[in-house]
């Protein structure tokens, strides 16, 4: 880790945590998704439209596992942003900040501090309390919002509008439990003044833990300037504990996506039955119909028609393209391309313009070329397909020997007639044919026809031998 020695803004993300509620023996709290990201790949995400110079992730439990998951998930330019730091034992939020102090020694700057499982956080809020806090150098400035439950948090106290304390839940009277401002346990702190006040956190509690908003306490009776940013939609700020909560805060992140595409210029058909990732780019005049999953990074093209039911997952769909009750991931598909119903596209597939996949077809590892037509019940793997080329109903190719992957290239209008067998690897030239019901073992010249099936044998009158006598 090294030392920073000039920026002057950076975050730091607290994701030290177990997260016992969540139940779970293999994932980390901060690693459940929602919305196609990770918990803390949307805090992340949010971080990064700010800019910072350094975001410092604070990790503990399956530190490595959090720190590997988001490099590997990460863009190059978050990846050159992120700083690691280990907060060995889970002593409070105050004892996971200290855990900077050898990092941030000679930095002179603001920091951030936001918790790793506050997925609805978004950059526009953290924008203001950074602004706040720097244009009114405040030596800390605290995130707040108003609930009608208060229960459980700490409230904000003011007199005459002006930040007084925080009262924790359990020590506030009367008056203060009627008050609906409540700290998020988001904060910027000038940091040459809180790498002052850090030292001095005592544990002397009940859980023997130091904690952050002990600082503003002390903070308050030095009588240092504290300001308050208040979040209007206080559901941007509420953390996740377990899975209940993890689908609540699911359907209130794809009702925003949603409502984004739409005012984007999209068309959701029952948009109570869509689920849109946060990474999708989708163009204007898209439509998506009923029972449609568009996941990871699936980019798709102005006036393309996808659905009802369609799962599409890190795939780049064209313009004009219509997909029907249809799987498809990782593929690229070109302009003017039509797919299903019941199509199946794996790994690797390319469609180019104005090819049409049809009913009950399946491509994995597929170059299906312009114009290019399988229509019906065919399974296509590693194969080459140029342009204006037809599939006969039930073609297959026979790609794998049990041991190794091989391939098949056709070049330009090649046809295989129905129940065609193509036991690879294969070589079709230029309009070459492939006579129905054959399977074929050799390479067709440019032009051949390929007739490879066993002699029809007629027995007349065989069927009337069979009948048993009356």
Not at 211 to 230: C, F, K, P, S
Not at 294 to 301: A, H, M, P, S, Y
Request: proline content about 4%.
């Amino acid at each position: 880790m090294s030392n920073l020695s000039s920026p002057s803004f950076a975050i730091a993300i607290m994701a030290a945590g177990k997260g016992t509620r969540m139940k779970s023996e293999t994932t980390p709290k901060v690693l459940h998704t929602l919305a196609g990201r990770s918990m803390i790949g949307h805090v992340l995400h949010a971080s990064m439209g700010l800019e910072p110079e350094k975001i410092h992730v604070i990790v503990g439990h399956c530190a490595e596992q959090v720190q590997n998951f988001v490099e590997t998930n990460g863009s190059p330019e978050l990846r050159s942003r992120l700083g690691w730091v280990e907060q060995k034992e889970q002593l409070g939020t105050g004892h996971a900040i200290m855990q900077l102090m050898p990092v941030l020694e000679n930095f002179k700057g603001s920091l951030m501090i936001v918790n790793g499982d506050v997925p609805l956080l978004r950059s526009e809020t953290l924008q203001l309390l950074r602004e706040t806090h720097e244009e009114l150098d405040y030596a800390a400035t605290l995130l707040t919002t108003k609930v009608a439950d208060p229960t459980g948090y700490g409230r904000i106290v003011r007199h005459h509008q002006q930040f007084v304390k925080i009262v924790e839940h359990k020590d506030a009277n009367a008056k203060e439990l009627q008050i609906q401002e409540i700290n998020t346990g988001v904060y910027v702190f000038s940091w040459p003044v809180l790498q002052q006040y850090l030292p001095k956190l005592s544990n002397a509690n009940a859980k023997g833990e130091y904690y952050l908003t002990d600082v503003i306490e002390m903070l308050v009776q030095d009588r240092m300037r504290i300001g308050t940013v208040t979040a209007e939609n206080p559901l941007e700020v509420l953390g996740v504990n377990s899975r209940k909560e993890l689908a609540e805060m699911e359907c209130i992140l794809h009702r925003r996506i949603n409502d984004h595409w739409m005012e984007a210029g999209v068309t959701l058909r029952d948009p109570s039955s869509i689920y849109i990732d946060s990474q999708v780019d989708l163009a204007v005049d898209v439509e998506i119909l009923p029972g449609t999953m568009l996941q990871g990074r699936t980019k798709i093209g102005s006036g393309s028609r996808i659905g009802p039911n369609c799962q599409i997952r890190n795939s780049a769909i064209g313009e004009d393209c219509e997909i029907r009750f249809s799987v498809i991931e990782q593929a690229q598909i070109k302009a003017g391309v039509q797919i299903g119903p019941y199509a199946h596209l794996r790994p690797a597939t390319v469609v180019e313009k104005n090819a049409k996949v049809g009913n009950f077809v399946e491509l994995k590892k597929a170059h299906l070329g312009e114009n290019s037509k399988a229509s019906h019940l065919s399974y296509l793997g590693d194969v080459e397909i140029g342009k204006n080329c037809n599939i006969g109903a039930g073609t297959i190719t026979c790609n794998y020997d049990g041991a190794q992957k091989h391939k098949i290239t056709m070049e330009e209008g090649v046809f295989t007639g129905s129940n065609s067998t193509l036991v690879a690897p294969l070589n079709f030239g230029k309009d070459a044919y492939v006579a129905a019901g054959s399977v074929i073992t050799e390479d067709l010249p440019a032009g051949s026809l390929g007739l490879g099936r066993s002699r029809q044998v007629t027995k007349e009158g065989w069927s009337e031998s069979r009948r048993p006598r009356k």
